[in-house]
Every structure is written in C-alpha cells, then in structure tokens.
C-alpha cells in the first residue's frame, strides 16, 4: 500500500516503515536492453548459453541495473502531493549481497530514516532501502538514497 502525504507532512515520516513495493520480475529482455544502454555486454549478462556453466548457474542483473529499479519500486511506497520538483540527491550507502539471476522478482522495503529541510522551500529524505529476492536468503540491494522534494 502507498504512503501519501502532502509536502507539509513530510516530517512527520521520521523512521516511518513504508512497507514493500509490488514484485517486479527482471527479465532477460531487460536485462540486454541495460547491457545495450550501457555498453556493458559481460557474458554473465548476456549471454544465456555460456552463463549456464558460470559461477552463478544462469544469467545475472547487472548490479547497476539492480540499483535503477529503486526508484520505479519506491514510487510504490510513498507519493508526495503539493511539489513541483523530485530529484534523487544522491546515496550514501549502496552493497549488492546477492546477484539477480534473470527472471527472478524483486520487491522493495523501505524506512524513511531522517527528514531535513534543504533551502529552496525542500525536504530531504534519507531513506533504507531493501531491494528482496522472492525466494532468496540475502537481498539483492541494501542501499541508502537521498531524496529531494520541492514545493
């Protein structure tokens, strides 16, 4: 279930546990078109056939394509009314403790950390984030991103 809020009561989330996201699957098409996107074509990636016999028994996520999928998931966890402007102000913290074979799902957690004003008329948001593996004993994803909201 999404948390909604208006810009004013952001503070008020403060070491607020979001929940999870919906599960998403990282297919092997989206998988290559990151590979496209990014120049990076690693047979690990891509390359189904020869992947079988690699370390991981199949195909992986790129790490970086991991990371992207905080966002589309978090949009899941918490919307914001009343701003004109959301940037991701960066992260603090990021670690992949288990690869993403393709065609695995992924759900995100979250827990709003800290919550500070930023000039401009801005909230920053520190946020904990989980990105699970159904089925998996260690997450794909623990990382801590900085989120900027503007009215």
């Known amino acids: 279930m999404t948390t909604k809020v208006s810009f004013d009561e952001l503070k008020t989330l403060a070491g607020a546990d979001l929940g999870h996201s919906d599960?998403?699957?990282?297919?092997q098409e989206r998988i290559n078109t990151f590979a496209d996107a990014?120049?990076?074509?690693?047979?690990?990636?891509v390359d189904v056939e020869k992947a079988k016999d690699g370390p991981f028994?199949?195909?992986?996520?790129?790490?970086?394509?991991?990371?992207?999928l905080i966002i589309?998931?978090?949009?899941?966890?918490?919307d914001v009314?009343?701003?004109?402007?959301?940037?991701?102000?960066?992260?603090n913290k990021v670690r992949f403790p288990a690869p993403v074979p393709a065609g695995?799902?992924?759900?995100?957690?979250?827990?709003?950390?800290?919550?500070?004003e930023v000039a401009g008329n801005g909230?920053?948001?520190?946020?904990?984030?989980?990105?699970?593996?159904?089925?998996?004993?260690?997450?794909?994803?623990?990382?801590?991103?900085?989120?900027?909201f503007y009215a």
């Open 104 to 116: 695995a799902r992924l759900r995100l957690g979250g827990r709003v950390a800290e919550v500070e």
């Open 81 to 91: 009314d009343g701003v004109t402007t959301k940037v991701n102000y960066g992260l």
């Open 57 to 68: 028994g199949g195909t992986i996520a790129h790490g970086y394509l991991t990371l992207s």
């Open 38 to 45: 990014t120049d990076d074509h690693q047979w690990i990636h």
């Open 23 to 27: 599960w998403f699957e990282v297919t």
């Open 123 to 148: 909230m920053q948001l520190t946020v904990d984030v989980v990105l699970e593996i159904e089925n998996g004993g260690k997450p794909a994803c623990v990382a801590q991103p900085v989120l900027r």
């Open 72 to 78: 589309p998931l978090w949009t899941n966890l918490l």
